[in-house]
């Protein structure tokens, strides 16, 4: 069994995530309200989340903030053993425990310096993380029954074509960006058909403060 799989993400009106500044406090105070035990990432939302607001990152835990035992577990996908600031980001309030999903293609250094650290890891796939056997893994060593997904889209595009998404949860900014470029909370292959079209079901919906919408949806399965 694998845990349920939440992607959470804010979009504009258009249904861009760029060049606009979402309402952060809100996201993370929906995302709360979501009940994941864990969350998921991927290496390049962390190295651009600690690019950008590194300055603000303290080296110290926060006094109030709850015991690491009673804080969501935190998982990232880092194949490739691009993160290297991890004394840092453990120390961070948001999370407890620290799970690095990795494959037989992670650096042998990275994995011994996880371990030195005590950070617990999870080998699965030969090049790319396997991402089901590792979530099913989550599961099973570390009881995670609900993962909020809360990264960019080629993570959550990765998920969504592997069939690996159960819910979707969007905020809707009132603006829209216009424009070209690819931005999808989503960012996969182009179908070649019709068929891979993934249907959803509206759970419910909520309109937020600043007229934000908070839309729910669950995955049709078998449509």
């Given at each position: 069994m694998r845990p349920r799989v939440i992607v959470h993400n804010e979009i504009s009106a258009d249904g861009r995530m760029d060049f606009y500044a979402g309402d952060i406090a809100l996201y993370y105070e929906v995302a709360g309200r979501l009940s994941a035990d864990a969350s998921l990432a991927g290496s390049e939302t962390i190295i651009k989340g600690m690019a950008q607001f590194g300055g603000d990152i303290t080296d110290e835990p926060a006094e109030d903030s709850p015991p690491a035992a009673d804080r969501p577990l935190f998982a990232v996908v880092?194949?490739?053993?691009?993160?290297?600031?991890?004394?840092?980001?453990?120390?961070?309030?948001?999370?407890?425990?620290?799970?690095?999903?990795?494959?037989?293609?992670?650096?042998?250094?990275?994995?011994?310096?996880?371990?030195?650290?005590?950070?617990?890891?999870?080998?699965r796939g030969s090049d790319r993380v396997d991402l089901l056997p590792s979530l099913e893994e989550l599961a099973g060593r570390?009881?995670?029954?609900?993962?909020?997904?809360?990264?960019?889209?080629?993570?959550?595009?990765?998920?969504?074509?592997?069939?690996?998404?159960?819910?979707?949860?969007?905020?809707?900014?009132?603006?829209?960006?216009g424009g070209e470029s690819p931005a999808s909370i989503f960012r996969a292959a182009d179908l070649d058909s019709a068929d891979g079209i993934t249907p959803l079901k509206l759970l419910n919906f909520e309109r937020l403060q600043g007229d934000i919408l908070w839309l729910r949806y669950e995955v049709v399965r078998g449509a």
């Open positions: 880092d194949s490739r053993g691009r993160i290297d600031q991890w004394p840092l980001i453990r120390k961070q309030p948001y999370w407890g425990r620290i799970v690095v999903l990795c494959s037989e293609a992670t650096p042998r250094p990275y994995l011994d310096g996880l371990r030195a650290l005590g950070i617990d890891y999870i080998v570390f009881d995670v029954k609900a993962l909020r997904v809360d990264s960019g889209g080629r993570l959550s595009g990765v998920l969504l074509r592997a069939g690996l998404v159960d819910e979707v949860s969007v905020l809707i900014d009132p603006c829209v960006v």
